[in-house]
T-cell receptor, first 110, second 115 residues
Framework: LAKTTQPISMDSYEGQEVNITCSHN???????ITWYQQFPSQGPRFIIQ???TKVTNEVASLFIPADRKSSTLSLPRVSLSDTAVYYC???????????FGKGTRLHILP | NAGVMQNPRHLVRRRGQEARLRCSPM?????VYWYRQLPEEGLKFMVY????????ESGMPKERFSAEFPKEGPSILRIQQVVRGDSAAYFC?????????????FGPGTRLTVT
């Protein structure tokens, strides 16, 4: 599985747009990029997944450049409840298991 | 439509005792995964099961740990003769398909404390 690198932590303020970038230089042709969110004392929750260009859903947007060596999770107008750990995962969706890194601890301030 | 259920939510065991963690997947899901999370760490894959079959146990310690997913009833992760290092949060996830979208639905976890 491709190794990912993302910031250990980030702070932002309510109402701001937050962008979390993930580097995955060794991404393979069959790999997808998936983001999970984990609140304290809860299990992770799937946010968004993409292969290339841009994907948007009701929660977030995912931007993937043409070379796919990085990706950016964009959270519009964050609130205090968006404080969580965000995991960037890269792998072949045919794999059975998900490999989690340490994620990015996002702290939203009032 | 209930999500993934895990019980107990908190479990305290003394060293040497056995711990049994239960996981009921989402309705209709026949694929179950167990993960372990240490404080300040990401989740580590342990085992993947389908009904009555262990598909991938590459992340499971060779000794003291076992998992099952019987035809009827929840999946069970069993830890024999627990040690302090087993203290962690154990998460179960389920999915509808084995492959396809990397989307797994996680339960709230069981926090095991070994004293």
């Amino acid at each position: 599985l491709a190794k990912t690198t993302q910031p250990i932590s980030m702070d932002s303020y309510e109402g701001q747009e937050v962008n979390i970038t993930c580097s995955h230089n060794n991404i393979a042709t069959n790999d997808y990029i998936t983001w999970y969110q984990q609140f304290p004392s809860q299990g992770p929750r799937f946010i968004i997944q993409g292969y290339k260009t841009k994907v948007t859903n009701e929660v977030a947007s995912l931007f993937i450049p043409a070379d796919r060596k990085s990706s950016t999770l964009s959270l519009p107008r964050v609130s205090l409840s968006d404080t969580a750990v965000y995991y960037c995962l890269v792998g072949d969706v045919r794999d059975d298991k998900i490999i989690f890194g340490k994620g990015t601890r996002l702290h939203i301030l009032p | 439509n209930a999500g993934v259920m895990q019980n107990p939510r908190h479990l305290v065991r003394r060293r040497g005792q056995e711990a049994r963690l239960r996981c009921s997947p989402m309705k209709g899901h026949s694929h179950v995964y167990w993960y372990r999370q240490l404080p300040e760490e990401g989740l580590k894959f342990m085992v993947y099961l389908q009904k009555e079959n262990i598909i991938d146990e590459s992340g499971m310690p060779k000794e003291r740990f076992s998992a099952e997913f019987p035809k009827e009833g929840p999946s069970i992760l069993r830890i024999q003769q627990v040690v302090r290092g087993d203290s962690a949060a154990y998460f179960c996830a389920s999915s509808l398909f084995r492959t396809g979208d990397y989307e797994q639905y996680f339960g709230p976890g069981t926090r095991l404390t070994v004293t």
